[in-house]
């Protein structure tokens, strides 16, 4: 066999879709051993304390043959936290439950990074279980119901405007998160900067009517979520770090129109920061190709998301357009997804009663698929 033969024999096999999603990847420091990625959802099975314990570990580590998890939204602070039971990184007990998550998922040979929600107002104040204000860029509500603890939707409360000087404060807690979250054996972070929560609404100009250096141009829009993202790659190094984005989305209350001009200086710094991806909620706007987008305006890493089925997650990914993909409600009734992939078998179809709520119903007993 001659070099060339034999590199189109490790790579090459007669079904092309299996090779596009098999293929090794390298994200910035996170080595993939394939490109299926399980996306972020938030499932709150979060134990007393907001600590995840060994039902969140058992879910994640039955996952672990994906290439990558991005684990549920996680709360960096008390202030955080707006949803029934999500686990939080900002106590010693919280990183120890991260820690039992992370051993579960390395010794079954997967690799797992943390994503970081703050919520800012998008709150419903009792599934908090706590008194902690209620924080966003301007003193505007979220229009969208939330479901309280019981799971019947609520409004959310309406928030304080965060002060300039309170700002390098939350920076400094997303770090501290990133540290503690490493030091958790966890192996990245993943900034959520998507669906209308604090990162976005200080991005949007719906939630954003500040008149100082954080509000008033996309410029001056995106400081604030650049500071946290590079102080988040100070904490861990760039290479762990990566950000979710989801440009059009109206989600939480978000002004969907003209997404190129509100993220476009956002991904200015995102790409002057070196991190390791960008994952991107593809809302497939009409004209506006948004993964041909984020190729133009950067060599980042993209991860693609959104309504993903075997064929058009391998294309993606064959025509060079994402270097990976993700599936969330695929994954939640799939522990084995990318073993179904590989063998073309059909995928079991998740029950939305056990999303938000339960214990192990819903969560961790989807079998694997039967030999
Ligand atoms: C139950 C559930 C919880 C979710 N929680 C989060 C979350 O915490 N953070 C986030 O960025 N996206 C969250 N999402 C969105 C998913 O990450 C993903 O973008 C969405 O499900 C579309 O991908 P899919 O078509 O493969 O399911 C959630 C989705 C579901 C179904």
């Known amino acids: 066999m ?3 033969d034999a590199a189109f024999a490790t790579t090459g096999t007669e079904d092309p879709a299996a090779s596009a999603l098999f293929a090794p990847v390298r994200l910035g420091d996170l080595a993939l051993a394939n490109r299926i990625v399980m996306a972020p959802m938030t499932r709150g099975r979060a134990g007393p304390g907001d600590v995840p314990g060994d039902l969140v570990a058992l879910h994640y580590a039955q996952r672990a043959s994906a290439g990558l998890i991005v684990t549920e939204g996680v709360q ?4 955080g936290k707006g949803y029934w039971r999500t686990p939080g990184i900002w106590n010693e007990a919280q990183q120890a439950g991260w820690a039992l998550v992370a051993d579960a998922v390395h010794a079954a040979g997967g690799r797992i990074v943390m994503q970081l929600m703050h919520c800012g107002r998008v709150v419903v104040p009792a599934n908090r279980g706590y008194a902690a204000d209620v924080v966003a860029p301007s003193a505007l509500a979220c229009p969208d119901l939330v479901p309280g603890p019981d799971g019947t939707p609520q409004p959310c409360a309406m928030p304080r405007a965060l002060a300039a000087s309170e700002l390098p404060g939350i920076v400094a807690e997303y770090a501290e998160a990133a540290r503690r979250a490493r030091a958790a054996g966890i192996d990245g972070v993943e900034l959520h900067a998507a669906s209308g929560y604090l990162i976005n609404q200080f991005l949007n100009p719906a939630s954003n009517r ?3 250096d954080y509000g008033g141009s996309p410029e001056r829009r ?5 500071e946290v ?6 904490a861990v190094g760039p290479g762990r770090v990566g950000v979710r984005i989801s440009p059009g989305n109206p989600y939480n209350g978000m002004a969907a129109d003209d997404p190129e001009a509100n993220f476009a200086p956002f991904l200015h710094g995102v790409e002057q920061l070196g991190l390791a991806y960008v994952h991107v909620v593809d809302m497939a706007l009409p004209g506006f190709d948004i993964l041909a987008w984020l ?7 993209l991860i693609a998301n959104n309504n993903l089925d075997r064929s058009s997650a391998a294309a993606a990914i064959a025509s060079g357009r994402a270097d990976a993909v993700s599936f969330g409600r695929a994954f939640i009734a799939n522990p084995d997804l990318p073993a179904r992939l590989a063998a073309r078998a059909p995928l079991a179809r998740p029950d939305r009663r056990g999303f938000y709520v339960g214990e192990d119903r819903g969560y961790t007993d989807y079998p694997v698929m039967q030999p």
């Open 295 to 301: 190729r133009r305006h950067g060599r980042r890493p």
């Open 222 to 226: 995106a400081r604030f979520p650049l």
């Open 210 to 212: 500040r008149d100082d």
């Open 2 to 4: 001659t070099p060339v």
């Open 229 to 234: 993202l590079a102080a988040m790659a100070d």
């Open 76 to 79: 960096p602070t008390a202030e």
